[in-house]
């Protein structure tokens, strides 16, 4: 439960942190990060080219979600279990934002969702990615409802 409450803070965070980013400039560094990341989800995460992750994952890469936790390995066994499918030049579902600091890029989501009683709602997550040496190191995940 105490895992949970940290997530949920985070989340609160991250979203607040986003909605009240000024108008900036990214360096060509932060640029070339989240052009990484966005092109590692486009390829590897959304359509699920896992064969693809020695070119944006690093060796020694770092995920932090509870339920495929562990390294690149781990990842691509998670993520290898569904059959790949063509790439696209988009992703199936667009980001609601997409902002980088320095080695760190913050994808938001906004997903819909349902209550048991049928009544429907919009809810927001994200993913934290940390970059270093031009590959993905760490990934972090803010879907409480999936931890």
């Known amino acids: 439960m105490q895992?949970?409450?940290?997530i949920l803070t985070i989340s609160a965070l991250v979203l607040a942190f986003a909605a009240n980013l000024p108008?900036?400039?990214d360096s060509p560094q932060e640029v070339k990060n989240q052009q990484l990341v966005m092109n590692w989800y486009r390829e590897v995460v959304a359509y699920g080219?896992?064969?693809?992750?020695p070119k944006y994952m690093a060796d020694d890469?770092?995920?932090h979600n509870p339920n495929y936790s562990g390294g690149r390995a781990e990842f691509v066994a998670h993520f290898g279990k569904t059959p790949a499918q063509a790439i696209q030049p988009n992703l199936p579902t667009k980001p609601d934002r997409v902002?980088?600091?320095g080695d760190y890029v913050v994808i938001v989501w906004e997903l819909d969702g349902q209550e048991k009683?049928?009544?429907?709602?919009?809810y927001n997550t994200y993913d934290?990615?940390?970059v270093q040496n031009g590959k993905i190191q760490e990934h972090w995940d803010g879907d409480a409802k999936n931890q």
């Open 99 to 101: 902002f980088t600091k």
């Open 49 to 53: 080219h896992v064969d693809l992750a």
């Open 23 to 25: 108008a900036q400039s």
């Open 61 to 63: 890469y770092v995920e």
């Open 117 to 122: 009683t049928g009544k429907k709602f919009k």
């Open 128 to 130: 934290v990615i940390r």
């Open 3 to 6: 895992h949970r409450k940290f």
